[in-house]
């Protein structure tokens, strides 16, 4: 606030009774503003570039533990809408931007408020009356108070006071968004963009309803805010008069010299009255300029609750925990027994009512059933991607969840029915499914994936060939191809294969399913398959029929055909000839 309360004391200094001390006083007072304005630039310049250094350090490594403490937890944890893709994106973009401003901004700005007091009180008393700098002190609560709430109503409304349906209508307008620019070529397609504008505008809109009520009463407290702020100041004024006209400040008399000049300076007035006035005004609207391009304090420590609650929160299978005993050599014996399960979102809705299933080490077993009856599933709890409710689930007679879970996955290989892929070369993507893979074990999953051919003769720069956003530079069969060489890099012991073709073309199937077939001939290894096409089955050692959450038949497939019309396999098999 000095700078501020210096042009108006030298708007005094600049109007002396003597014109012949003119030059002198423009002299001091151009040096004292040369002087300021050297030690701000090089107190801003140092202050702010080392706070938003230790702002940026600060999001930086925020997002990176956040990130790192994500990826500790069990997939259940992602199945929750507060946890989806569009939210926590959200919240590493701009939630924990908004933290920078508890060391960055906030910190700055509450130490330039610091001084800036301290420094109005030194000048209003310095250069005013201590009567008049009283009287501004006293009222500095009260303007503080209206200053508040002017800032307040102005300020958006944080998350944490906003209602549920509310936050809820703000998340999915965003979620419409993420998923229309996720699922851009399926929107293309069905020439649905109209549509999906419409539901955004729809929340949009009802967003905005809700908004002009509260932005007339925000306009309404501000205005009135700051009304009351200016008839202080008024007041304020009215009293420095008051004690002008009582000579209380200063000789109001008119003098005059010998030459009827007059000697009398009034300009002090102006230092006496103005100066503390003036300087609390302009700090407090200096003040309010701050608080309106710094950060929400109040947004900054919920994004730092729900963050520190994200950092508190244990996982309930921990892939990097070191815990968990491991076996010396991997059979393949898998074992379900009584396993009841459903999801963590949807706990009503039973998915595994007591299913009981065994496969043999190096068995193909073969799952199938109507839509719903719980096979991915098991491949999920294979996986420990979940817990089951209640039962056990085996490997090699040894409870899974007493098994190092990293170590564990290590030893399986899953191909799902929608390949997915990451934007990068081939070789990355491949080499994604063993840590530290060389390029002769990759080369040597695609062989096996039957991949190699078309990525060295189709593809213009071979393994280091770009697959694009999800593989989009790539055909179904590629993907296919290219997610079986990643399975295979790590040489699993069990494969796991959801519905691996079932998205593909009949030519891309007939290639995929050839590679499938020799990969299980030329090693034998416990493959757990899910299929809808039962033709691709009919050779797997043992096809186990799931419904309603259950294995209700198991065999070969000669064995349930003989079972006749009351079989489910054998009703499945007549349904798609």
Same mark, same amino acid.
């Given at each position: ?149 002017? =800032? @307040?109503? /102005? !300020? ?10 509310? &936050?809820?209508?703000?998340? +999915? $307008? ?103 006035? =003036? @300087?609390? /005004? !302009? ?10 391009? &710094?950060?929400?304090?109040? +947004? $900054? ?125 081939? $070789? ?150």
């Amino acid at each position: 606030s000095l700078h501020d309360a210096l042009p108006i004391c030298s708007i005094t200094a600049l109007a002396p009774s003597n014109p012949n001390t003119l030059y002198e006083g423009g002299l001091v007072w151009s040096l004292v503003f040369l002087a300021v304005g050297v030690a701000v630039l090089v107190l801003n310049t140092v202050s702010w570039s080392c706070l938003t250094i230790a702002g940026e350090h600060l999001t930086t490594n925020l997002r990176l533990a956040l990130l790192t403490k994500l990826l500790h937890n069990e997939v259940g944890y992602f199945d929750h809408e507060d946890n989806s893709m569009g939210a926590l994106t959200e919240f590493l973009g701009e939630k924990v931007t908004l933290l920078q401003g508890l060391v960055g901004e906030k910190l700055g700005m509450i130490a330039q408020a610091v001084v800036m007091l301290v420094t109005t009180v030194v000048t209003m008393f310095v250069w005013g009356d201590w009567r008049v700098s009283l009287v501004v002190l006293g009222c500095m609560p009260i303007s503080g108070v209206l200053m508040s709430v002017a =800032m @307040a109503a /102005m !300020m958006p409304i944080p998350d944490q006071k906003q209602d549920d349906k509310d &936050a809820k209508q703000n998340k +999915s $307008a965003g979620s419409v968004v993420g998923e229309v620019v996720l699922s851009i070529r399926t929107v293309a397609s069905f020439n649905a963009e109209q549509q999906f504008f419409d539901d955004y505008s729809a929340q949009v809109d009802a967003i905005f309803k809700k908004g002009v009520p509260r932005a007339l009463t925000g306009g309404s407290a501000n205005g009135v805010a700051m009304g009351l702020m200016y008839v202080i100041f008024g007041v304020q004024i009215y009293y420095g008069f008051w004690l002008m006209e009582g000579a209380h400040l200063l000789e109001t008399s008119v003098v005059r010299d010998a030459s009827g000049c007059v000697t009398t300076d009034l300009t002090g007035f102006f230092d006496k009255v103005m100066v503390p006035i =003036m @300087a609390m /005004m !302009m700090v407090m609207m200096q003040m309010a300029t701050m608080a309106m391009i &710094a950060t929400d304090a109040t +947004s $900054a420590a919920e994004a730092a609750k729900k963050l520190f609650e994200r950092f508190d929160r244990e996982s309930s299978c921990d892939p990097f925990s070191e815990l968990g005993a491991t076996l010396p050599a991997v059979k393949g014996h898998l074992q379900f027994t009584g396993v009841a399960f459903s999801y963590p979102t949807a706990e009503q809705f039973k998915i595994c009512t007591g299913l009981t299933l065994e496969v043999q080490p190096g068995q193909v077993c073969a799952l199938c059933g109507p839509s719903g009856s719980g096979k991915s599933t098991v491949i999920a709890l294979l996986q420990r991607f979940y817990d089951p409710t209640s039962g056990s689930v085996l490997l090699d007679g040894v409870e899974l969840k007493t098994l190092n879970l990293n170590w564990l996955r290590k030893q399986m290989g899953m191909v799902g029915q929608e390949p997915v892929l990451f934007e990068g070369t081939v $070789a990355e993507n491949i080499g994604y499914g063993k840590e530290g893979a060389t390029q002769a074990e990759i080369e040597e999953a695609a062989e096996a994936a039957n991949a190699h051919q078309f990525i060295t003769e189709d593809l213009g720069a071979g393994y280091k060939t770009q697959v694009g956003l999800r593989g989009g530079k790539l055909s179904g069969g590629q993907k296919q191809r290219i997610a079986i060489a990643r399975a295979l890099v790590r040489k699993p012991s069990i494969m796991l294969l959801d519905e691996a073709t079932s998205a593909l073309d009949n030519t891309s199937e007939k290639i995929v399913q050839a590679a499938l077939d020799e990969i299980m001939k030329k090693q034998k290894r416990t493959t757990i398959t899910i299929a809808h096409r039962l033709s691709t089955i009919r050779g797997a050692d043992t096809i186990a029929v799931v419904s309603t959450g259950q294995v209700v038949e198991q065999g070969t497939h000669d064995e349930l055909l003989k079972i006749g019309p009351k079989g489910v396999y054998y009703n499945l098999v007549q349904a798609q000839q």
